[in-house]
């Protein structure tokens, strides 16, 4: 125990009555100081008669040690300063600036809570501490018990005053950090409405997970009540290529924004709910018509979208009124400068139509498809005119065989013979074949052929048509030098004939070798003129060249009539 922790020794007195110190007893008191019946003894003094006791606490102890103890509590350390122990004061105050600097400044989660139960367990230990010496020992001063208590009491309020300001402070940096954790989830919104929305959708998440969890952990805090205005701009900011009417692009953050109510709750979105209805459909709508006749059903997508989804709204009800006006402004444009194109655009049309429901489209079906018949015949001619004969040749081919009752199929077969006449002899497609054969007197050709294998011959003139000639089973290839001797004249074989009854006029053939010809050259292209009066003929024959290549015999411009004196047959053919 310190020195001053007891009071006095035996045979001393004390004053209780306040916070001054112990007084002597005045030196003529009896019982104390030396025996003034006889002279001083300078030996050693006698041992006591007992050992020396503690005396009882003074008066007002424990008043005193009440104020040491309250002083003590504040974490101030001023019990121990009164006493007079600055030792233990300034570990006090140690402790109560470790506090502080944990404490300062005030973060959203507050002191660790092992920290505060080590600085309170601090305190009381202080408090009883200085209780217990105030308890043993007197207080310094002019001070008096009830001013220290008083004082105690007063100085509680600086701790208790700091804790409340401190809970406030607190609090105060968690509505600044949840205000931050929600300006960050809107600076991501800001940020990806610039961007397309399938490659910010994340962020979008990100972002709606912070309003979520703001408004579930949080829900009386300033950030929370701000939670549905910063949704609302969560919703525009989606939704902002409806706004900009990319109707396409809207569809996909519009369809997700849809799906909110159901992950986030409606009491939360409130009227926002259901705001994407409309907009989706109208982007469904809007999307779709931008599509219509494009390649593989343009639009049937966004529109079966939209029957489906929203089929009493007002867009599902625009649906058939815009194919239908759609498919009669191509069908419109079949007659105009580019029929091929407007034949396609129909196409795409009943491709369009055949995915959707009939009763939602009734009758445009059979619309896009009579503009497609009218298109074909159209773009066929079209291409002939154009000089793309190989085209024209399969568009109007195709058309005849596709239209078998139609009554232009039979011109669409001429069209494509004059074609394909015309892919190997421009001359045959310098203007359409008549519909129509002219009158007047028509003169023979005689087609012979001294071939080993069939012929097509083709022709376009004033009449157009095909004709078609058997093998020659005893026919052989002649040579290049005896061919054109030779061919069609050997007495006593038959050659397999056609004969043909032709206005005059100047026509193109294409002889066209079928099997057993060369697969290397076996169309042959010429022109001859047809003059009133003449019987005209015509050989087809094969010749072998060298080993250097192959030699074609030719077929004169103008064939010779028949009854002039002896003749040479008239030579067309492909060679091997």
């Known amino acids: 125990m310190e020195s001053g922790d007891r009071y006095g020794s035996a045979g001393q007195g004390a004053d209780g009555g306040g916070f001054g110190g112990a007084v002597p007893p005045p030196s003529g008191a009896p019982g104390f100081g030396p025996s003034l019946s006889g002279p001083p003894s300078f030996g050693a003094p006698p041992p006591p ?120 402070a607190r609090d105060e940096a968690r509505e600044e950090m949840l205000l931050d954790r929600l300006e960050r989830g809107n600076r991501k919104v800001a940020a990806a409405a610039t961007q397309p929305f399938g490659t910010v959708k994340g962020e979008y998440e990100a972002a709606l997970g912070t309003y979520r969890a703001l408004d579930r952990d949080h829900p009386d805090s300033r950030a929370a009540k701000l939670v549905p205005d910063r949704l609302k701009d969560f919703y525009d900011a989606v939704s902002s290529p409806y706004t900009g009417k990319q109707h396409c692009d809207a569809v996909e953050p519009l369809t997700y924004l849809r799906t909110l109510p159901g992950s986030v709750g409606e009491e939360l979105l409130g009227d926002l709910a259901g705001w994407p209805d409309t907009p989706l459909a109208e982007s469904l709508y809007g999307c779709g018509v931008s599509r219509l006749g494009g390649v593989a059903a343009g639009g049937s997508a966004e529109f079966a979208e939209l029957l489906r989804t929203f089929p009493g709204s007002a867009s599902a009800r625009q649906v058939a009124p815009a194919i239908g006006g759609r498919i009669d402004g191509r069908v419109t444009e079949v007659k105009g400068g580019d029929p091929c194109a407007a034949t396609e655009a129909l196409r795409g049309l009943r491709s369009t139509v055949a995915a959707l ?30 000089k793309e004969f190989g085209e024209a040749r399969t568009t109007l081919a195709g058309f005849a065989r596709s239209y078998k009752g139609d009554g232009r199929a039979a011109q ?75 061919a069609c004249k050997a007495s006593g074989r038959s050659y397999p004939k056609a004969r043909l009854q032709l206005p005059a006029g100047e026509y193109h053939f294409l002889y066209k070798h079928g099997t057993g010809a060369s697969s290397r050259v076996d169309s042959y292209a010429a022109g001859s003129k047809v003059q009133p009066g003449y019987t005209y003929t015509s050989c087809t024959y094969v010749v072998e060249r060298g080993p250097l290549g192959l030699d074609l015999p030719l077929l004169p411009d103008y064939v010779e009539p028949a009854s002039a004196p002896p003749l040479s047959p008239s030579r067309a053919g492909s060679s091997r």
């Open 357 to 386: 429901p009939a009763e939602s489209v009734p009758g445009l079906s059979a619309k896009a498809g009579k503009g497609i018949q009218d298109g074909v015949y159209a773009c066929g001619v079209d291409q002939f005119k154009e």
């Open 49 to 168: 008669s007992a050992p020396p006791t503690v005396g009882p606490p003074p008066p007002g102890a424990g008043l005193r040690a009440v104020g040491a103890g309250l002083l003590n509590l504040t974490g101030l350390g001023l019990g121990y300063a009164l006493l007079g122990r600055w030792g233990r004061a300034v570990g006090c105050w140690i402790a109560t600036g470790v506090l502080l600097f944990v404490a300062l400044p005030a973060d959203p989660d507050g002191v660790p809570a092992r920290v505060l139960v080590v600085y309170l367990f601090l305190l009381v230990l202080a408090a009883a501490d200085g209780a217990r010496i105030a308890l043993r020992s007197a207080l310094g001063g002019s001070w008096r018990p009830v001013v220290a208590v008083g004082l105690g009491v007063v100085l509680l309020a600086v701790p208790v005053g700091g804790t409340v300001a401190y809970g406030g």
């Open 412 to 486: 669409a077969r001429k069209i494509a013979i004059a074609a394909e006449i015309a892919d190997d002899r421009a001359a045959a497609g310098k203007r359409l074949p008549p519909s129509d054969p002219p009158g007047g007197p028509r003169m023979e050709l005689v087609i012979s052929n001294d071939a080993p294998n069939a012929v097509e011959v083709l022709y376009t003139g004033p009449v157009t048509g095909t004709v078609s000639l058997k093998p020659c089973g005893d026919c052989e290839r002649y040579s290049a030098s005896a061919g054109p001797a030779l």
